[in-house]
């Protein structure tokens, strides 16, 4: 069984910053790729970032240059640095992970989410 467990959402006001992380435990195998996605009331659950287990990262148009994604190998973990944040960066923010099984199955899984708001 495999669990994400995220960390670091709240209340921040604009131009605020703000570190969620993501760890994830169990049987998971070679990592392929980490992230994050967010949903706001009424719409659809959209990419944020994402970043391979060597390293390589995506993000979406509308956080370029304010969020950084890493990830710590060792210990299955993922991170999202935000910075410059603005009020439609307010969503429930969701962990994500694919993995590949020494068996060559591939899994995904997601965490249960964590609200980010922004608001002054």
């Known amino acids: 069984q495999v669990q994400l467990v995220e960390s670091g959402g709240g209340l921040v006001q604009p131009g605020g910053s703000l570190r969620l992380s993501c760890a994830a435990s169990?049987?998971?195998?070679?990592?392929?790729?980490m992230g994050w996605y967010r949903q706001a009331p009424g719409k659809q659950r959209d990419l944020v970032a994402t970043?391979?287990?060597?390293?390589?990262?995506s993000y979406a148009d509308s956080v370029k240059g304010r969020f950084t994604i890493s990830i710590d190998n060792a210990k299955n973990t993922v991170h999202l640095q935000m910075g410059g944040l603005k009020p439609e960066d307010t969503a429930v923010y969701y962990c994500?992970?694919?993995?590949?099984?020494?068996?060559?199955?591939?899994?995904?899984?997601w965490g249960q989410g964590t609200q980010v708001t922004v608001s002054s």
């Open positions: 169990g049987s998971i195998g070679s990592i392929n790729a």
């Open positions: 970043i391979t287990g060597g390293g390589r990262t």
């Open positions: 994500n992970v694919v993995f590949t099984t020494k068996s060559l199955n591939r899994f995904e899984y």
